[in-house]
């Protein structure tokens, strides 16, 4: 059951945000902005390099939550939160985890709807939480019947 | 406009995109990692249930912050909490707009969102961009 993995952690996986996938992302997003591509830009900006768009940390690696099995099928996206202490830098590394922040069920239209909700932390080298990314799916009664859970 | 702090509490920033393709949503799977099928593939859409792909509801957020990104030497998004509530199909054109309803010191609360054609919302939520001094 979700429930009882509320509170539970994953390990902490380090990944870079790499000058490429920012690129990449930013192009995928129709963001081509040089802050994010030109590094003679960056250098002369406020940050004295570039940085990536809001919406990046997607791409980041972030361990695994024990025990949670989530369906490949069938899960909808509810919402999705971001907090930032300072943009994120190309080139620099992110340690992130995931934590299980809650679960709990809702009476819809189509049965009972399961709210999971899961917290990701972005820190760099010293520690320092730079950003922290909320998402919360929505498993339907269907999908989780399918399951078994 | 070309500085974010010159707009005034009700004042806005809007673009409309080009008519949402398959190769949009095809390089977004790519550069986010999200394969979802759903998203690319036609069939698998179907199965599940959809009349046809719809554009992952990440893409559509990362659109949406575009808006901010050309007064990054102003400030920076802060916050950005969006709740999704409509589908993007292939063709539709995704209006994308932000509101100014607050301005402080050190921020500027944003109510953010983006429309279909039909004027049906999509995503819904707020931005705080954090101001320097």
């Known amino acids: ?149 | 406009m070309s500085h974010i702090l010159e707009l005034k509490k009700n004042d806005t920033l809007a673009v409309t995109l080009d008519p949402v393709s398959r190769m949009d949503l095809i390089k977004y799977a790519g550069a986010s990692g999200d394969f979802n099928p759903i998203h690319t593939i036609d069939e698998e859409a179907k199965k599940a249930g959809l009349p046809g792909i719809i554009a992952h509801g990440m893409w559509t957020m990362g659109n949406l912050a575009k808006l901010f990104t050309p007064y990054y030497e102003e400030g920076f998004i802060q916050d950005y909490q969006i709740r999704f509530s409509g589908m993007v199909f292939l063709h539709d054109v995704v209006t994308l707009q932000a509101e100014l309803k607050d301005k402080a010191a050190d921020y500027m609360d944003f109510d953010v969102k983006a429309m279909n054609q039909k004027g049906r919302e999509i995503i819904k939520g707020k931005v705080r961009f954090a101001t320097y001094q």
């Open chain 1, 1 to 149: 059951m979700y429930k009882d993995l509320i509170g539970k952690r994953s390990e902490r996986v380090k990944s870079t945000v790499e000058r490429g996938m920012v690129r990449r992302f930013a192009e995928a997003v129709g963001d081509l902005n040089p802050i994010y591509i030109d590094e003679e830009v960056g250098r002369r900006s406020r940050y004295g390099r570039n940085i990536a768009p809001p919406t990046f940390p997607r791409v980041l690696s972030s361990g695994v939550v024990e025990g949670l099995n989530l369906p490949k099928k069938g899960l909808i996206h509810g919402e999705q939160n971001y907090h930032y202490k300072r943009p994120l830098f190309v080139g620099e590394d992110i340690y992130s985890y995931s934590v299980i922040e809650d679960y709990y069920e809702k009476q819809g239209s189509s049965g009972l709807m399961g709210f999971l909700s899961t917290k990701r932390y972005g820190e760099n080298d010293k520690g320092e939480v730079i950003f922290t990314e909320e998402s919360v799916i929505i498993i339907t009664e269907t999908v989780r019947k399918a399951m078994k859970v």
